[in-house]
């Protein structure tokens, strides 16, 4: 791996990742944006310092914070859950098992009553997915992560979302599934999971024998986009100058 950091040195496979990230924040106006994990949370800073300059960010308590990460504003809980429940908060959650339709595990792997593994907890998994959009970030796409079908419903996918009803369906929506193979989203007739690009030096092959379930795979499939030489001197310079995203997406 190239130890240059200026714009010249040769993209990295993490910073094609948080490309993606910074894109599912695209067009989103002023939400309340929650990353979840170092790749998402570079990118939502990422996209507020460019193509998304009204995303409100936090400290992950109660304060809404700057570019510069210092506090700017006050966000009490009740003002939290208000954006929540409106449909005005885009989050970025992790997920121990995902399937076809975004049914998310984050509880517990093997049988409820008796699990093998047990994980996070529901969590607030229901709420965020039944009353703002939804995205996952995946950092070691696998079998394992992409299953035909998850052994407990955390967050709320579109299958289960629709059998629900009007209620649940409202403000449901997952813009997107980014990995460190690709991206992926749900723009299919059944709304089940499809490739929607892959990162430089991954073949949808790759993706699909990481992969669970049969995934739809469109004839072309466009490469994530390339980043700009501002967004890599952002990412690089201003943002995450430790290369703590290497970490999460070792080249």
């Known amino acids: 791996m190239t130890t240059t950091t200026g714009p010249a040195a040769a993209t990295t496979r993490a910073e094609y990742c948080v490309i993606a990230c910074a894109d599912a924040w695209r067009d989103n106006?002023?939400?309340l944006a929650s990353p979840m994990g170092t790749v998402p949370s570079?990118?939502?800073r990422l996209a507020k310092r460019t193509f998304s300059p009204d995303l409100l960010l936090t400290d992950g308590e109660a304060m809404l914070v700057g570019l510069d990460g210092e506090p700017e504003g006050w966000l009490p809980y009740r003002r939290h859950l208000t954006m929540v429940t409106g449909g005005r908060r885009h989050v970025m959650m992790g997920?121990?098992?995902l399937d076809r339709f975004g049914n998310q595990n984050i509880s517990c792997i093997g049988d409820w009553q008796q699990p093998a593994r047990q994980l996070l907890g529901v969590r607030g998994a229901p709420v965020n997915t039944l009353n703002n959009p939804v995205s996952y970030w995946v950092p070691r796409h696998s079998p394992r992560v992409f299953v035909?079908?998850?052994?407990?419903?955390s967050g709320v996918g579109y299958d289960s979302a629709a059998a629900a009803g009007p209620s649940a369906t409202r403000y449901h929506r997952i813009p997107r599934v980014v990995t460190n193979l690709g991206v992926l989203d749900f723009a299919t007739p059944d709304r089940s999971m499809r490739l929607?690009?892959?990162h430089p030096?991954?073949?949808a092959d790759e993706v699909r024998q990481a992969t669970g379930f049969a995934l739809t795979v469109p004839e072309r499939v466009p490469r994530t986009r390339e980043p700009s030489g501002d967004e890599l001197r952002l990412i690089r310079e201003v943002i995450d100058p430790q290369r703590l995203r290497d970490r999460e997406v070792p080249s």
């Not at 035909?148 to 419903?153: A, G, L, Q």
């Open 196 to 198: 929607a690009s892959l």
């Open 42 to 44: 570079i990118g939502a």
């Open 29 to 31: 106006g002023e939400v």
């Open 95 to 97: 997920a121990g098992q």
């Open 148 to 153: 035909e079908r998850v052994d407990m419903i």
């Open 201 to 203: 030096g991954v073949t």
